[in-house]
């Protein structure tokens, strides 16, 4: 074959060949003596013979293209008149495609091979072609679309498909399409560029994941049907076991009491697995409810630190804290980073064998608080390092296998951290110590807390339904609740709840979702829509993670089981309490006094409510009117001064009765504001003076 690749020739109206340049006598394979001056059917082309008849037959300015097999080349002509309508004949280009045709053709055989859809757009956004895997995945759709002007969301059946890339733009997606078949598709879009950088339009690639995406979803129900299903179970074990060593079943001697700690111990370490294990399935499927709010980062370390000293201690590590006083307080949610960094400092003193010292540190990195928890424990080494959160890695040592664990803390760690828009990090060294770090957004200014009602500090006192379809965990919170003073009623089924709670008008309901009648959830919206129980508070139990939806449906609390009895108690006791005792807020950034002084009102009977600056205690009106308003006027964001005024220029809060404490002089210009205050009392005051100043103003009626 020889390397002539394009050529030339003429043809006169009358059809006589007046020109054939030699690339053009190869390709046709022609010599010019036998072709030139005579007429064009000489040329042995026939495909080639009938375009130019044709031509000459009607002549036109337009340019014609004929593509035909000749002795074994493809051979392309392109057929264009010579002059106005042809008057001076027709010329023909005549190219060689055989290589490019080729070449084309093993890539479509690749591109059709290949098992992912490939879809590929003009720059004017036509589908130039698409392979046979796309066919497969889109049907019909993608065979019509080749050679018009189609979006993606088009091609693939979508209406709206957010953060779709449409040609033009480079992305990675994931969609599910339902149409010719259900399908979980991965689809990137990416710009072609030829070597010089001009813009040829773009690719698209559908990877189909619907068999991965299902095996993730069965392996995650999976999980979490068989740990609810072990949960039931150890609910009773764990409730009985703990009466047993309480002393509930009479006395018991040091042997029993030996031996039943282990079992204790035991369930424990099994109700924790599970709830890893339970964590893990909701955060892979994305059912994780996040409370976030503005935290205060010394309270919460603070917090933690005080429920492992006494294990520190027990393991001989010492175990301290720095958190800078000017520190912004970050948005997350509370109970997620609690076990966050329950999870860092147990593993720090968990892995300081030799005893040591542990540091929990914070300070602020950018827009981020970052907190760090170091230790000077068996450190780790860096081919481990870089596997720590995957789950169910555990470093392989005689001394971590002594040590014992599931090796799912650090996975959990990392997804909860980055679900709240934080990353974790870790640095350490072989037989030295570890340090590990994570961040967490500071909070915007607009992010408000919305304080919780606390009730108070007493026994219980009146009846609470319980609702639960197995009647050995009634029976176990029945147990928990008469303990404490109040009167139980059960029912295990919707039915019976109805009619107990018509009948008993209870203080308050407990109620397990699952239920043998009936489904919980309808049952706590007819509680919570029916005028006679509406104002019943409902604190759901549940098995499943159904904390949003409880929360939806007007339910005033949510419990996991198994049931822990003194978060049980505390949330039944403040809620019984906090419905019918006379409700305080107590607004001030000093977290000691705030503490101590909600605390003294709770052990004197009232309920409270505590807001750490103006905002919060003006959330906190919002949600629920307090019976009296104890107000700090120096804090931040809003003072008590603006709160003052903002509470008595609306006409259902300005009857709220303001106990104003201040250490500081009075702001003069300000006074007038002040005299709105029902009254007045001085730091430092003792906590008699000041029961006795709320109990007056609260008997009185208040002012205002
Ligand atoms: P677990 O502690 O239950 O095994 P984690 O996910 O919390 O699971 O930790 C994974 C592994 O990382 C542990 O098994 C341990 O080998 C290692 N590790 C975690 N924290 C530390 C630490 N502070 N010091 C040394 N090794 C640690």
Redesign the pocket.
């Known amino acids: 074959m020889s390397i002539a690749s394009e050529g030339f020739a003429a043809v006169s109206p009358a059809g006589l060949v007046t020109l054939l340049s030699a690339p053009a006598q190869v390709l046709l394979d022609v010599s010019h003596d036998d072709v030139v001056g005579a007429d064009y059917t000489r040329l042995r082309a026939s495909e080639l013979i009938e375009a130019i008849g044709s031509r000459l037959a009607s002549p036109s300015d337009e340019t014609t293209s004929v593509c035909f097999a000749f002795e074994g080349r493809v051979l392309h002509c392109r057929i264009a008149g010579i002059g106005a309508q042809a008057a001076h004949g027709v010329a023909i280009v005549v190219r060689d495609d055989t290589l490019l045709l080729t070449q084309r053709e093993r890539s479509e055989a690749v591109l059709a091979g290949a098992g992912d859809g490939f879809v590929v757009f003009t720059t004017a956004c036509e589908v130039s072609y698409v392979n046979p895997a796309a066919i497969e995945l889109l049907g019909d759709r993608a065979t019509a679309a080749v050679g018009t002007k189609t979006t993606l969301s088009e091609l693939l059946g979508i209406e709206n498909a957010p953060l779709l890339g449409e040609p033009g733009a480079a992305c990675m997606t994931e969609v599910t399409i339902t149409d010719p078949a259900h399908r979980i598709l991965e689809v990137r879009t990416s710009p072609v560029i030829d070597p010089a950088g001009r813009d040829l339009g773009c690719v698209s690639t559908m990877h189909d994941v619907t068999a991965e995406r299902e095996a993730a979803i069965m392996k995650n129900e999976f999980v979490s049907m068989v740990s609810h299903e072990l949960r039931t179970p150890l609910t009773s074990i764990k409730g009985y076991v703990d009466l047993i060593v309480d002393g509930d079943a009479g006395e018991i001697n040091e042997t029993q009491r030996e031996f039943l700690e282990i079992v204790q111990e035991n369930s424990d370490r099994l109700v924790a697995l599970i709830n890893?294990m339970l964590d893990i399935s909701r955060i892979e499927s994305g059912r994780v409810h996040l409370r976030i709010e503005p935290l205060e980062v010394g309270d919460i370390i603070q917090g933690v630190a005080d429920t492992f000293r006494t294990y520190a201690a027990q393991s001989g590590v010492d175990l301290s804290q720095s958190v800078p006083r000017s520190l912004p307080r970050m948005a997350g949610d509370r109970d997620r980073v609690g076990q966050v960094l329950m999870?860092?400092v147990?593993?720090?003193v968990?892995?300081?064998p030799g005893g040591g010292s542990v540091t929990v540190e914070a300070h602020k990195r950018g827009g981020f608080v970052a907190i760090s928890?170091t230790?000077t424990?068996?450190?780790?080494s860096p081919e481990?390092l870089s596997q720590?959160?995957t789950k169910?890695?555990?470093?392989?040592?005689s001394l971590?296998r002594e040590?014992?664990?599931?090796?799912?803390?650090?996975?959990?760690?990392k997804s909860v951290v980055e679900l709240m828009g934080g990353t974790v990090s870790?640095t350490?060294q072989e037989g030295e110590?570890?340090t590990?770090t994570f961040t967490v957004p500071v909070a915007p200014a607009d992010l408000v807390r919305t304080p919780r009602v606390e009730g108070p500090l007493r026994e219980g006192t009146g009846t609470v339904l319980v609702v639960d379809h197995d009647p050995e965990i009634a029976d176990l919170i029945e147990t928990y609740l008469v303990r404490r003073g109040y009167t139980v009623v059960k029912a295990t089924s919707g039915e019976q709840a109805r009619a107990l709670a018509l009948e008993h008008r209870p203080r308050l309901i407990t109620l397990d979702v699952m239920l043998d009648d009936a489904d919980g959830f309808d049952l706590l919206q007819e509680l919570t829509d029916d005028p006679e129980t509406a104002d019943i508070p409902v604190v759901v139990l549940s098995v499943v993670c159904d904390e949003g939806r409880s929360l939806r449906l007007g339910a005033a609390d949510y419990l996991e089981k198994p049931i822990d009895q003194g978060r049980l108690l505390s949330v039944v006791d403040g809620l019984v309490g906090a419905k019918d005792s006379p409700l305080v807020l107590v607004a001030d950034d000093d977290r000691h006094i705030l503490d101590a002084l909600s605390r003294t009102l709770r052990r004197k009977g009232f309920s409270v409510v505590g807001a750490h600056d103006g905002c919060e205690a003006l959330a906190a009106v919002g949600v629920r009117k307090p019976d009296l308003m104890l107000l700090d006027l120096k804090m931040p964001r809003v003072d008590g001064y603006q709160v003052i005024q903002e509470i008595k220029s609306h006409d259902d809060t300005k009857d709220i009765p303001i106990v104003v404490m201040t250490a500081h002089r009075i702001d003069s210009k300000r006074i007038d504001i002040l005299k709105l205050a029902s009254e007045h009392v001085c730091k430092p005051f003792s906590a008699e003076e000041l029961i006795e100043r709320i109990e007056e103003v609260l008997g009185g009626g208040g002012t205002g």
């Open positions: 890893d999870n860092l147990s593993n720090a968990k892995y300081s928890v230790d424990g068996l450190g780790i481990n720590l959160f169910f890695f555990r470093v392989d040592s971590t040590i014992g664990g599931s090796g799912l803390g650090l996975s959990i760690v870790v350490s110590g570890s590990f």
